[in-house]
């Protein structure tokens, strides 16, 4: 009799190999993720002023990129939180003297976009030419952090941690987002290299995106400029300092603040008399160098016109006035040595919970600090372009100088100079005044146009067309000097084409990452 055959069992589906990404790490791949990721958002830090090594900005972006390279997306979105807090917990101290809980808070919540650039980045790396769309999602990144939430926070984007380096000349070409695209494509061009070369160690595969990294700086060189155009204006700053410190930096009695301010421009007045500074033909002091209000206040105006009238010349005073009877506005004053107080330019862009309260049924009720801000401010609608003498100043305030669109808008309307007034007293001596100058002379070499900085406690300064700093005080000191300030009106191209090209880089890194996952969905329906 004729054996049957043995059925074969059902055979077993054979399953896929699943990507490297969903493969459980080794513990030291893990340690070593960890390292990169918290070293990359240290070396972002240390670019930042007042170290200024701003060679450790695409470092740090490179050894971000590399902790969360091929990873699974949780991991990567933890990761890039890590690297968040690791920069921003630095960077951002100056936020302690209000309250460390809200240094904290405010960490917390910055820390939150990178990690959804980690995750995004993650996606983009499925990608040819990878690099060029991971440093595209690092402006739009930025982009969020610099809108999201309650007018967004843009302090500490890449852009100002270049204030002079090679990178700087792309501000002329394409603003702030250009110079952060530029620095991230180095670091992730940095990147690549380091992945080439885990795969397989060939130095000529490894080189080439080296190569291409350090190319990126050495393009900028080839950045169009707009050259002198032989004009100037004297121009003198004031910098009256304050008698507290921290949130009390103003003291129980505001008139002090006043009178320093007054005194110095007298004192800048008598060195003029006395042939030690040339003549001014206008005056800038800070912002709040009066927070009485001068339209209501005698007692203020009187201080002020005998101040203005002294130095003889236009003075740009800033002041805080009531609008109302519960509001009010930081007003950048144009005082007349014969008329007193006419044209103005009020602060468009507030500092939450410096200057307004967002939500403030909820925070009022639950922060007794929150109570500090007092009266609500209202923002302005129109740039700050004052007639000054014979120069068009453009008023800029404080916090606005972090803001893309308010300095060009500023610059569009014909301001030239710059003209920066701030008040830091509550964060002297703090990371603070050396980040904000940085911004400065971006923006100066950004627009084609010299800045004077005027701060109640420091740094005040002038910084030139060429972003170079060619005067500057020292902090928590009285101190005033004229300074003779070069006049640009040509623009240049980065003030022509406005927000165009950050949008374009914003574009390109969402379109990539829509590429990516409809590209892994697809591979995942194939596998299935």
């Known amino acids: 009799m004729v054996q049957d055959k043995a059925e074969a069992p059902p055979s077993t589906p054979v399953r896929p190999a699943a990507p490297p990404a969903t493969l459980k790490e080794p513990r030291a791949t893990l340690l070593a993720r960890v390292a990169a990721a918290a070293a990359g958002g240290f070396l972002l830090f240390l670019a930042f002023p007042p170290l200024d090594w701003w060679w450790s900005a695409p470092i740090g972006i490179a050894l971000f990129t590399l902790s969360v390279y091929g990873c699974r997306p949780r991991r990567a979105a933890w990761l890039g939180y890590l690297a968040g807090l690791v920069f921003l917990l630095p960077a951002l101290q100056w936020v302690g003297p209000i309250g460390v809980d809200a240094w904290l808070a405010l960490v917390g919540v910055e820390a939150l976009f990178y990690a959804a650039w980690a995750f995004s980045a993650r996606l983009s790396f499925r990608l040819p030419w990878w690099p060029l769309w991971a440093a595209a999602l690092w402006v739009l990144m930025e982009w969020g952090r610099s809108t999201f939430p309650i007018g967004g926070f843009p302090w500490a984007r890449v852009a100002f941690s270049q204030g002079e380096s090679p990178f700087t000349p792309y501000a002329a070409l394409g603003g702030a987002p250009l110079v952060t695209f530029a620095v991230a494509l180095a670091g992730t061009l940095l990147a690549a290299a380091a992945v080439r070369w885990r795969s397989a160690p060939d130095i000529r595969r490894a080189a080439a995106p080296v190569v291409l990294a350090l190319a990126v700086p050495l393009l900028a060189f080839a950045v169009p400029r707009p050259g002198d155009e032989g004009k100037s204006v004297n121009i003198g700053i004031v910098q009256g300092n304050v008698p507290g410190r921290g949130i009390y930096a103003y003291g129980d009695e505001p008139a002090i603040v006043l009178q320093n301010h007054a005194n110095e421009t007298k004192r800048l007045a008598q060195a003029v008399r006395a042939g030690k500074l040339p003549k001014p ?43 109302g009877d519960n509001e009010r506005a930081t007003r950048s004053l144009v005082w007349d040595p014969v008329k007193g107080p006419g044209a103005y330019y009020d602060k468009q862009r507030l500092v939450p919970f410096g200057e307004y309260t967002p939500f403030k049924e909820i925070f009022l009720a639950l922060f007794e600090r929150a109570r500090l801000v007092g009266r609500q401010s209202v923002a302005g609608s129109k740039p700050g372009d004052l007639r000054m003498g014979p120069v068009t100043i453009g008023a800029v305030n404080c916090y606005e100088v972090a803001y893309d669109a308010t300095v060009r808008d500023t610059v569009r309307a014909g301001g030239t100079p710059l003209a920066v007034q701030t008040n830091n007293a509550s964060y002297a001596l703090s990371n603070l005044p050396h980040q904000q100058l940085a911004m400065s002379k971006l923006r100066a070499v950004e627009h084609n146009r010299a800045v004077v900085t005027a701060a109640t406690t420091g740094i005040s300064a002038f910084v030139t067309p060429d972003g170079k700093v060619s005067w500057q005080t020292r902090e928590r000191v009285a101190d005033m000097t004229v300074v003779k300030v070069p006049v640009r009106t040509q623009s240049t191209i980065a003030t022509r084409v406005g927000a165009a090209p950050e949008w374009a880089l914003i574009a390109m890194g969402a379109v990539a990452v829509c590429a990516a996952a409809w590209r892994g969905r697809r591979r995942d329906d194939r596998m299935r």
């Not at 800070?286 to 236009?314: C, H, L, M, Q």
């Open 281 to 323: 033909d206008l005056v800038v002091l800070p912002e709040n160098s009066t927070d009485i209000d001068p339209y209501r206040s005698e007692f203020a105006r009187a201080i002020i016109d005998d101040s203005v009238k002294d130095v003889g010349v236009p003075t740009l005073v800033g002041a805080v006035v009531a609008m």
